[in-house]
């Protein structure tokens, strides 16, 4: 049972442009939503986070838009640059646990 | 460096064979996660420590695993006789809970294993 979905798999997307990452959740009990970014070789790192009491948070290029209604939450990179060229993890944490149940991960692309 | 440790980094060992993994979390944190990352998938996870405790394991997590966290400091996750199965990157990531959790977990850069 898959309780974070995330798509794409894959995005190629070419410099400056902005990159669009999905997910959806099916546990209402999740009310902590990170994105975790990866290089290779690397552990994850924490990108961005929201919590459903909001609809949008930004931190510079990147923005979490949150819809508690259709239980999906994406990430936007905007103005993307080869160097944000990494595998994308959504995750998803319930009541204060945080143990964070993580997307299959999208990798992103972003060609100069 | 302060920040999470992980040794080995690589392991190749045969079927059957025992391995164990060490994790040093961040030196202030409380809580030490272990996940396990399969090629192309996300981070699964196997177990958490809050200090000593260990207190909530994963199905993921069968009887040939264990884990400890002596001390409430370093962890070890100890797999016995491996399986082909077991090849992944193991992960651990600490965690600070308490006044000011802000939920992040910081990851070391795993340990990968190879069964062959």
């Known amino acids: 049972q898959q309780q974070v979905k995330q798509s794409p798999q894959s995005l190629i997307v070419q410099k400056g442009g902005i990159s669009i990452i999905n997910c959806a959740y099916e546990?209402?009990?999740?009310?902590?939503f990170p994105w975790y970014q990866q290089f290779p070789g690397k552990g994850p790192a924490l990108l961005i986070a929201i919590r459903p009491d909001v609809s949008e948070k930004k931190e510079g290029r990147f923005t979490i838009s949150f819809n508690k209604s259709a239980k999906q939450f994406s990430l936007h990179i905007m103005d993307s640059q080869p160097g944000d060229s990494a595998t994308y993890f959504c995750?998803?944490?319930?009541?204060?646990?945080?143990?964070?149940?993580f997307g299959r991960g999208t990798s992103l692309i972003v060609h100069p | 460096d302060t920040g999470v440790s992980q040794d080995p980094r690589h392991k190749i060992t045969k079927r059957g064979q025992n391995v164990t993994f060490r994790c040093d979390p961040i030196?202030?944190?409380?809580?030490l996660y272990w996940y396990r990352q399969t090629l192309g998938q996300g981070p699964e996870f196997l177990t958490y420590f809050q200090n000593e405790a260990q207190l909530e394991k994963s199905r993921l997590l069968s009887d040939r695993f264990s884990a400890e966290r002596p001390k409430g400091s370093f962890s070890t996750l100890e797999i016995q006789r491996t399986e082909q199965g077991d090849s992944a990157m193991y992960l651990c990531?600490?965690?600070?809970?308490?006044?000011?959790?802000?939920?992040?977990?910081?990851f070391g850069e795993g340990s990968r294993l190879t069964v062959l």
């Open positions: 030196s202030e944190h409380n809580r």
């Open positions: 995750a998803a944490s319930r009541g204060g646990s945080y143990i964070p149940t």
């Open positions: 546990n209402t009990a999740f009310d902590y």
């Open positions: 990531a600490s965690s600070r809970r308490g006044t000011g959790d802000t939920g992040e977990l910081f």
